[in-house]
């Protein structure tokens, strides 16, 4: 069975209603910007990092949110952060690179993961779209669904202010 059955079914368990938009895959932000003509709410990016102490992070924001990652690891307190290899992503949950979204803590079964960080600027949408663990859709989700999906999965985020207006990463 794959993980994106196991995704539609646990939020079903939950009863999580959400609506998925099938598309070519996306890599980046800008080229996801005609789903986000075709969408509502407040659209993603995700960045899998790894702080020099070996700790594990994601962190999702409004997809045109200014990140600073030299800086990011001052905001969340923790010790410099750089993008995880995509052989750590595999591992740890279970996609590939340009996949990563917040319906990836479901693969994280073994919580490896250490923070689960999420842009306050993001949590004034009501609906969220996240890729369903494939860049070759788009699944929308309430704000508060998506939150106690999280949470059912054995994380918490922390909702904070990440945006840096100087650098960006995409």
């Known amino acids: 069975m794959s993980n994106r059955k196991l995704l539609f079914e646990r939020l079903a368990t939950l009863g999580i209603e959400t609506t ?3 598309h070519e895959p996306v890599f980046t932000v800008e080229e996801s910007e005609i789903i986000h003509q075709k969408l509502s709410g407040g659209h993603t990016k995700n960045l899998f990092l790894k702080d020099a102490k070996g700790r594990l992070v994601l962190v999702i924001a409004q997809s045109h949110t200014r990140i600073n990652l030299k800086t990011l690891h001052k905001t969340i307190d923790c010790a410099r952060l750089s993008f995880g290899k995509p052989e750590l992503l595999m591992e740890t949950l279970g996609v590939e ?3 990563v979204s917040a319906f990836c803590v479901i693969c994280d079964d073994q919580k490896k993961l250490e923070q689960v ?5 993001l949590m004034t949408y009501e609906l969220l779209n996240c890729h369903p663990l494939t860049n070759s859709a788009t699944t929308t989700i309430e704000r508060d669904d998506l939150l106690r999906f999280m949470r059912d999965c ?3 985020p922390r909702i904070m202010s990440i945006s840096d207006q100087d650098t960006q990463v995409a």
């Open 154 to 156: 054995g994380h918490e």
């Open 20 to 22: 998925t938009l099938e």
């Open 117 to 121: 960080i999420i842009d306050e600027k």
């Open 97 to 99: 690179p340009g996949s």
